[in-house]
């Protein structure tokens, strides 16, 4: 008998320790993981500069609490609101439904009443706000159905339709890719609809760069690819360097909403965390932002030309796999070729590879993962 909750699809063997893009189990195996821990490590295992800076912060001290200003939070909240371009602040907590919660508290703070929107297959976290933000029916229903949270589809007539007749909207939701939904890229013509309608009705625009922020797509935000203007950004995952660690980044005229007393957190932020942070957002510059985006044309490039791949989405190196035929996908066989990959609900393979992946680890990638497709056909 296992005392751990039965919540997950594990994989069936041990991980012994990690390097890179590469995990070896306890019996000397090596792996690819295309997935970094669900988008976690940014600069892939055990990267040197950021064990480092844990390292050093851990001789100092693990933990403090928020009586104390460790000086890495103010480096980190700093670099979060000027990769903004605007005045901001930033709230830090442990995990993205963190920060949507902290979003949820600003929206309620400012607008008492007023829907709420989201779309469907938008992942904003499973606390129970969280929760009832997040477009999954399938997750969501069986504990909260808030009727003051409208989901729509990507459609444009839906959305101009929903704006023109609703009056009272307090705010709206936005994951500029779908990293649980399959990584389609919202279409441009519904952020054109979004923008224009909150420049009349006055709604907060959440964006969730969960999974997408952090130079994942070849810009620092994801929603800086399209003509956008957050109130609020939601950050979590590859931020902590592999240690829990989220934001919630609160710009112009909301960045002083909360006050003293009205929200808090233990951990957040812890100070190895911070150290580890530290060291992600010194290694992202327009250099590497660069780098980002040339690998990911030639992933693209790579995996649009195998015969059994239908398409290719996403943007940068968070990229997305259909297949023509998924319906006998299983990770197993993905496994025998060294190959750890992430499999969505919807067949959906899901890469979320690290900034600094070469050209010579997208073409093993690659090749594995052809020899694994033939073994599926």
Same mark, same amino acid.
């Given at each position: 008998m296992s005392y751990i909750a039965n919540t997950y699809n594990r994989y069936p063997m041990k991980i012994s320790r990690g390097k890179g893009i590469y995990l070896w189990d306890d019996r000397g195996n090596q792996y690819i993981d295309t997935f970094m821990g669900i988008g976690v490590l940014l600069f892939g295992h055990n990267h040197e500069k950021v064990i480092d800076a844990m390292k050093r912060?851990?001789?100092?001290?693990?933990?403090?609490?928020?009586?104390?200003?460790?000086e890495d939070a103010e480096f980190i909240a700093e670099r979060l609101v000027k990769e903004t371009k605007k005045d901001g602040r930033v709230f830090f907590t442990n995990s993205g439904a963190e920060s949507t919660e902290c979003a949820l508290k600003i929206i309620r703070k400012v607008r008492k009443s007023g829907k709420i929107v989201s779309f469907d297959k938008n992942f904003h976290g499973r606390t129970m706000k969280a929760l009832s933000v997040t477009g999954f029916p399938n997750i969501r229903e069986q504990f909260v159905n808030d009727q003051d949270v409208v989901f729509l589809p990507y459609d444009n007539d839906t959305v101009t339709n929903?704006?023109?007749?609703?009056?009272?909207?307090?705010?709206? !939701?936005?994951?500029?890719?779908?990293?649980?939904?399959?990584?389609?890229?919202?279409p441009n013509d519904i952020l054109n609809i979004i923008s224009r309608y909150k420049k009349e009705k006055g709604f907060i625009l959440v964006v969730d760069e969960v999974q997408s922020g952090l130079g994942r797509t070849g810009k620092f935000y994801a929603y800086q690819h399209f003509d956008v203007e957050p109130d609020i950004v939601t950050l979590a995952k590859g931020i902590g360097g592999g240690v829990p660690l989220g934001a919630c980044i609160m710009l112009g005229e909301y960045a002083d909403v909360l006050n003293k007393g009205e929200h808090g957190s233990t951990f957040a932020p812890n100070p190895v965390a911070l150290a580890g942070g530290r060291a992600v957002l010194e290694m992202i510059d327009e250099k590497l932002l660069a780098h980002v985006e040339k690998m990911g044309e030639l992933f693209e490039e790579?995996?649009?030309?195998?015969? !059994?791949?239908?398409?290719?989405?996403?943007?940068?190196?968070?990229?997305?796999?259909?297949?023509?035929?998924?319906?006998?996908?299983?990770?197993?066989?993905?496994?025998?070729?060294?190959?750890?990959?992430?499999?969505?609900?919807?067949?959906?393979?899901?890469?979320?590879?690290?900034?600094?992946?070469?050209?010579?680890?997208?073409?093993?990638?690659?090749?594995?993962?052809?020899?694994?497709?033939?073994q599926l056909q």
């Open positions: 912060k851990m001789e100092r001290y693990v933990h403090l609490s928020n009586f104390f200003l460790d929903f704006f023109e007749r609703e009056s009272d909207i307090a705010a709206v !939701f936005v994951e500029v890719i779908h990293g649980s939904g399959g990584l389609d890229v919202i790579k995996f649009k030309s195998l015969s !059994f791949v239908s398409s290719v989405k996403g943007m940068g190196l968070m990229r997305g796999i259909s297949l023509a035929k998924n319906n006998v996908l299983k990770a197993e066989v993905f496994l025998e070729h060294g190959l750890l990959v992430n499999i969505l609900g919807n067949g959906t393979i899901r890469f979320l590879l690290p900034l600094n992946i070469n050209e010579e680890e997208i073409e093993e990638v690659s090749l594995k993962f052809k020899k694994a497709l033939s």
